[in-house]
Each structure stands twice: as structure tokens, then as C-alpha cells.
């Protein structure tokens, strides 16, 4: 469809400035001593919002002879009969509602005609560089888009292994020492994979959705480790049906058992909270964890994976804030609400 319909709001700017040219046409239009300016606007107005209409027809040649592809002995030529086509057929529209109006109308088109045709072809050469340049910014939307959906599956190819890497050494490490845990772990681990392979291939998901399988993989874990792991949501049910890439928080929850409760004694707590602050959603996934561990050293994978996701689903929209507290660490997520 083209993208002035499209958008009705593009639609009313465009509109808008045909009227404006319209207006301009009335006052050249206007004579001396016979006819008003509204007289004329009713005779210009009309006509200049259909022949806008039919200006829009200029998006598919545009899209059929691209610039950098078509000669330009075949491109002026082509352009330019169609453009003197149209503003004789813009000159026939003219005179038929100049018939309507009464004789005064008529005698303005007649001795006007030249300065219609004239315009009607420069009207139609302004439509035609107008869409060369709604096709160029469309292919380097496309362009943009398609560069974002490959990162983001490379993103996610790199997130995959590194989640079942971890996973099959936590059944590993059950094997010896209880292997009925084991099977119920790799029974658990399928099902996840079930579940991560059925809305994995979609571009987003819903937030309940992203939870569902954070619960799931929280309960693989809860195998491992027993009654140390425990799991708390805080989720605001307006931001339930917000949609975010698959996986987006897999590896923070990832990371929040791996780096922060599987290294305490006594285990702790993975909350996740989520709510709307305004025109921002923040999540927010938040582990005790050691206070006299080693430092790190920049970002590990999974943090990183994620930064970069939303980048590159968000753009400049999205940010990730981190809280390194001795004993707490804590990663929040702020992503525009539309």
C-alpha cells in the first residue's frame, strides 16, 4: 500500500499542502475587478485535491525505475510524458468544473490554460522526486531492518548454546550423586526446550509468556539446588501483554543463580519485578550474592547478549542499569512502553 494512505495523518499533512498550492494557484488565478479570491479557490481547490490523488500514482513508477537501475534516456522520457499527460488531463478537469460554476469560471480557465498545463507538469515532477525519495528512505528502512533481524538471530544462536551448556552440566554433576534428579531434570530441561522452540522463532513475545519460561527454567535449577533457590514475582498486570524479544531475560535469571545464589550457603532469592513508570516499562531481576566474591571483569556473556539485543530491538530507546551492591546485585531493564 502506499505509504501516504498508509497514514492518515501523512495523508492530511499531504493533503494539507495541496491546499496550500491550490490557494496560490486562486490567487494567480484571480482577476482584477471580476472574481474574488473565494471564487477562485472554489475553482481551483476541487480539482488540485483530485489531481493530488492522482500525483500519488508517481510512487510506482518511482518503484519500478530506481534511480541507481534505469538509464536516464529511458527515465526523463518516461517521466516527462506522463507529466504532460496528466496536466492536460488536470486541464480537462478544469474546464468540466469551470462548466459548473458558470461562464466567469469558464473564461478564467480559457484564458489560464498555459498557466495550468505549466504547472500541472511541474506539480508532477516535484510528486515524482518526492517519491524517489520516499523509495530511498523505505529501502534503507528495509535495509536497517534486515541488519537488526540478523543480529538479533545471531544474538540468540550465541544465547542458546551458552543456556545449554549449563544446563547439561548441572544433569551431569546429578548423575553420580542422585539420579533420579537427573531424570526429573532432564525431563524438565525437554520441556523448557519444548516450550523456547515453539515462540523462540517469534520476533517478540508476550512478558507473561518471557515469565512462564523463566519459571521454567527456575525449576530446572530448583533441582540442583534444592530448597537454597527460591523464586519471587512482583508483576504489574498493565504489563503483562508487553511484548519483548524471546529469551531476553533467560540469561539475567541465568546469571542470578549461576553468580549470585549458587555461591551463598544458604541460597537466596531471584525477584523479579516489572511495572510501567510512565512512557517506560522497567523490569528489574534482583539475587543476593556473595559480598566477599572476586571482583569481575566487565560484562559476562549473558549481560552483554542482552545489552545488545535491546539495542538492537530498541535502539537508543532501551538502556539496561545495573546496581553492584556488595551483597545484592540487581539488573533493571528500561524499555519504551510503545
Known amino acids: 500500500m502506499h505509504p501516504i494512505l498508509a497514514d492518515r ?29 473565494a471564487e477562485a479557490m472554489l475553482l481551483t481547490v476541487p480539482p488540485t485535491i483530485v489531481y493530488a490523488f492522482i500525483c500519488l500514482a508517481a510512487w510506482y513508477p518511482a518503484r519500478a525505475m530506481p534511480l541507481h537501475h534505469t538509464r536516464a534516456t529511458t527515465l526523463v522520457p518516461a517521466h516527462l510524458a506522463a507529466a504532460i499527460l496528466l496536466a492536460l488531463l488536470w486541464l480537462l478537469m478544469f474546464r468540466l468544473w469551470a462548466r459548473v460554476l458558470g461562464r466567469t469560471a469558464t473564461e478564467t480557465v480559457a484564458s489560464r490554460s498555459t498557466v495550468f498545463v505549466v504547472t500541472g507538469i511541474l506539480l508532477y515532477v516535484l510528486a515524482v522526486a518526492f517519491h524517489y525519495v520516499l523509495v530511498a528512505l523505505e529501502r534503507e528502512m528495509s535495509v536497517k531492518l534486515l541488519a ?20 547439561l552440566n548441572s544433569i551431569s554433576a546429578l548423575c553420580g550423586s542422585n539420579p533420579q534428579s537427573a531424570r526429573t531434570l532432564t525431563t524438565l530441561l525437554a520441556e523448557y526446550l519444548r516450550k523456547s522452540l515453539r515462540i523462540g522463532s517469534a520476533e517478540s513475545i508476550t512478558l507473561s509468556e518471557e515469565l512462564e519460561l523463566a519459571s ?91 545489552r545488545r539485543r535491546i539495542g538492537a530491538y530498541y535502539g537508543d530507546a532501551g538502556r539496561i542499569e545495573v546496581d553492584n551492591d556488595p551483597d545484592r546485585f540487581a539488573v533493571e531493564l528500561v524499555l519504551p512502553w510503545t
Open 9 to 37: 495523518q501523512r495523508l492530511a499533512l499531504y493533503l494539507l499542502s495541496w491546499c496550500l498550492l491550490a490557494v496560490l494557484l486562486a490567487l494567480v488565478a484571480m482577476e482584477p475587478g471580476r472574481s474574488a479570491l
Open 148 to 167: 537488526r533481524e540478523a543480529e538479533l538471530k545471531v544474538l540468540k544462536a550465541q544465547l542458546d548454546p551458552h543456556f545449554l551448556f549449563n544446563s
Open 216 to 306: 521454567s527454567y527456575l525449576a530446572i535449577e530448583r533441582i540442583r539446588f534444592g530448597p537454597r533457590l527460591e523464586f519471587e514475582q512482583n508483576i504489574d498486570e498493565s504489563v503483562r501483554a508487553y511484548r519483548v524479544p524471546p529469551l531476553l531475560l533467560q540469561p539475567l535469571v541465568e546469571n542470578a543463580v549461576t553468580h549470585g545464589v549458587g555461591h551463598l550457603l544458604d541460597g537466596g532469592v531471584v525477584q523479579i519485578e516489572a511495572a510501567r513508570q510512565g512512557d517506560r516499562v522497567h523490569i528489574r531481576v534482583e539475587n543476593r550474592c556473595d559480598p566477599d566474591r572476586p571482583a569481575s571483569r566487565g560484562e559476562g556473556i549473558g549481560l552483554s547478549n542482552t
